[in-house]
């Protein structure tokens, strides 16, 4: 879990650029970042040196362009939050792909019933219409039989 997190991201010290004594050479500044935990902010401390002559000046506390501890807290509560939200409208639009499929299938499954109804139904009438058409070719051949020995034998 990170506790101090900097709003962006600085390698030196905020404020003012680093002081120079008269001869050019740069003086060092040196920062350390403390929690103010009594205003719930993070301040820099910073040393200055004082008027040239090389002793630091007392600590000055600037305020940092870091995140309170509390925004933090709040950010990851509402980055939870956000992911809570996400996996709930995924679960909901898997819910509703769950259920448009089911209705798909229960839709299918009944047109295959039916599908399959009417293919049985066609069967049993090819099954009829073959047996009658047997029937007519018998009677058709026994009448052509007849027709034939009654022309044989007058």
Same mark, same amino acid.
């Given at each position: 879990m990170e506790f101090l997190q900097p709003a962006h991201d600085f390698s030196m010290c905020f404020g003012d650029p680093p002081y120079g004594d008269p001869t050019?050479?740069?003086n060092s500044v040196s920062c350390l970042i403390q929690p103010?935990?009594?205003h719930d902010v993070f301040l820099m401390r910073r040393t200055v040196p004082d008027d040239g002559s090389g002793t630091p000046s007392t600590p000055e506390y600037l305020n940092a362009s870091f995140e309170p501890i509390g925004t933090i807290a709040t950010?990851?509560?509402r980055r939870k939050a956000q992911n809570r939200a996400a996996q709930r409208a995924f679960r909901v639009r898997q819910q509703q792909a769950l259920a448009e499929a089911q209705a798909?299938?229960?839709? +299918?499954q009944e047109e295959l019933e039916g599908a399959t109804g009417r293919k049985d139904h066609f069967e049993q009438l090819y099954k009829s219409l073959s047996r009658e058409h047997e029937r007519l070719l018998r009677t058709f051949q026994e009448l052509l039989a007849s027709?034939?020995?009654?022309? +044989?034998?007058?």
């Open positions: 050019g050479h740069a103010d935990l009594n950010r990851n509560e798909k299938l229960r839709t +299918l027709v034939q020995s009654n022309s +044989l034998g007058d």
